[in-house]
């Protein structure tokens, strides 16, 4: 039979393994997509997921159903994620296997001038490379707001409290966002054919 | 960018994910309808969006990452005991030992029950109430009703029996038998007719008839005295009269419902025989039954009258 959130929730808080791996399982693809889009590495995101489901089972008793679970769950991740690139970036360090901001640029130029030839030259994945590059290359701040709201389909509320924020800083965040990746992505805004979807 | 134009941009984010308040979107839109400039930039942004949603590549977890990931959760979370939340505030030094630990552990548990106890017994009720009594102002009117009613019966029932008693049966906190009370005070009207009175407390176990109670000015007053060696103060009343008929010593109490009952009426404390000690000395040490009922009555209040007459029934 199975468990209902609610009574998971329960077992949860009595330490039930069974119940944090069941969790778990429901979870963790939500929990990484993020972690990975914030911290633009796996082993930044594994740290992340790992403290968030340790997270999860140690602080279940404070989860007091004032939001639903899975907010919860998005602002420790958010807020996990966020500090693993604010620390990273005080350390000077690079991310591993992504991009970072200064190399982006120079290389979405390029790719620029590609693209003023005819679009429907251009490959489609080199087009989702540029477009996820292009989110990459945001602040912290505003590549997560773009990732929330953009690819999770979070709302405004729902943003700022996992943020603890005002609604009226994540509008902000998100207009600016929207205004720098217009820039980025102008070629193919231009562009009268786009390569087709997957 | 014309100046009336860079509001209307700034709202164009929020205009395209419909977020923007009612008012807002009226006006946007009318501007829209009229400048080609924000329309492009709506539109920009709309493509912009439209990008982002078909081409953003969203990683997906690797498949030998799940197994992996969950592997190294569960150690990690069975090496570790549960965080106490409280401990810490005990326990200074996380190199706490295992006893210390399992301790912890085991009265934050309780707590936590307790919590969930007092959570589902108490706190849940209280919400359930003002839940429905936040949704249904209905709910709400029909509680202040009953509740509006039933004070009210209340408060009638009361003043019925007051009425009927003729004294407040909550508010009168004396010692006094109210039959004994009732009875005085109708026979208070009666005193012309020798109507019996009941037999009051010890000393008397008789019971008299009594004319028209007359006020005598027996001199009441409260003397400081010695008495023996040691050097107290004493109440003393003084009773000086040549009488040779009995008195009747009483209180005058006030009704605390003067507005259903207006007469004040007396209480008996008893009746002093003649003929009676020149000096009635009260000590409360030493005082019992009468002079005891004496001692705890207020001199102010303290009425001394002469019966004659008195006819044993």
């Known amino acids: ?198 | 960018m014309r100046e009336q134009c860079r509001p209307i941009q700034r709202d164009l984010s929020d205009y395209m994910d419909g977020t923007l308040s009612g008012k807002k979107t009226v006006t946007v839109a009318h501007h829209l309808r009229l400048c080609p400039a924000c329309q492009r930039e709506l539109e920009s942004l709309k493509r912009t969006k439209a990008l982002l949603h078909d081409f953003y590549l969203q990683p997906d977890m690797p498949d030998d990452y799940e197994e992996q990931f969950w592997s190294e959760l569960q150690e990690v979370v069975e090496e570790r005991p549960r965080s106490i939340w409280w401990a810490g505030f005990l326990i200074p030094h996380s190199g706490a030992n295992v006893s210390w630990q399992t301790f912890a552990w085991q009265g934050q548990n309780l707590l936590e029950s307790a919590a969930d106890f007092w959570h589902s017994t108490v706190t849940r009720p209280i919400q359930w109430v003002f839940r429905w009594a936040r949704f249904s102002p209905l709910y709400t009117f029909i509680l202040f009703v009953t509740f509006g009613l039933f004070a009210a019966s209340q408060f009638l029932q009361l003043q019925e029996e007051v009425s009927r008693s003729g004294f407040h049966p909550i508010r009168f906190n004396t010692n006094i038998d109210s039959e004994e009370l009732m009875l005085f005070q109708r026979n208070r009207g009666l005193v012309n007719t020798r109507e019996k009175m009941p037999g009051l407390s010890q000393p008397l176990s008789e019971q008299f008839a009594y004319r028209q109670p007359v006020e005598t000015d027996i001199p009441k007053e409260e003397i400081p005295a010695h008495l023996g060696s040691e050097t107290q103060l004493f109440r003393v009343v003084l009773i000086e009269s040549d009488t040779s008929s009995e008195l009747l010593v009483s209180a005058q109490l006030s009704n605390p419902q003067s507005f259903l009952a207006k007469e004040d009426f007396a209480h008996p404390l008893g009746i002093v025989k003649a003929p009676f000690p020149e000096k009635f000395e009260r000590q409360k040490r030493q005082s019992a039954g009468f002079i005891n009922m004496l001692m705890d009555v207020p001199l102010r209040i303290l009425s001394i009258t002469e019966v004659y007459d008195s006819v044993k029934l």
Not at chain 1, 84 to 97: A, D, G, W
Not at chain 1, 124 to 152: D, G, M
Not at chain 1, 154 to 177: D, F, K, Q, W, Y
């Open chain 1, 1 to 198: 039979v199975e468990r209902t959130e609610a009574l998971l929730l329960d077992d949860l808080r009595e330490g039930d393994m069974a119940a944090l791996a069941i969790l778990v399982e429901k979870y963790k693809r939500l929990a990484y997509r993020v972690a990975m889009q914030i911290t633009k590495n796996h082993e930044d995101a594994n740290d992340v997921m790992q403290d968030t489901f340790l997270k999860v089972y140690e602080s279940i008793h404070s989860f007091r159903n004032e939001s639903t679970f899975e907010t919860w769950l998005y602002r420790i991740v958010v807020n996990h994620a966020m500090n693993v690139v604010k620390r990273r970036e005080r350390r000077c360090e690079s991310p591993l296997s992504a991009t970072s901001e200064m190399d982006i640029r120079p290389e979405l130029r390029r790719k620029a001038n590609l693209a003023n030839n005819p679009v429907r030259n251009a490959e489609r994945k080199e087009l989702q490379e540029w477009v996820t590059q292009a989110v990459n290359s945001l602040p912290l701040k505003h590549r997560t707001v773009v990732i929330l709201h953009e690819f999770e389909g979070l709302t405004h509320p729902e943003i700022a409290s996992i943020l603890n924020c005002s609604e009226g800083t994540v509008r902000s965040r998100l207009h600016h966002a929207r205004k720098k990746l217009r820039v980025l992505l102008k070629p193919y805004l231009d562009a009268t054919e786009l390569p087709p979807k997957t």
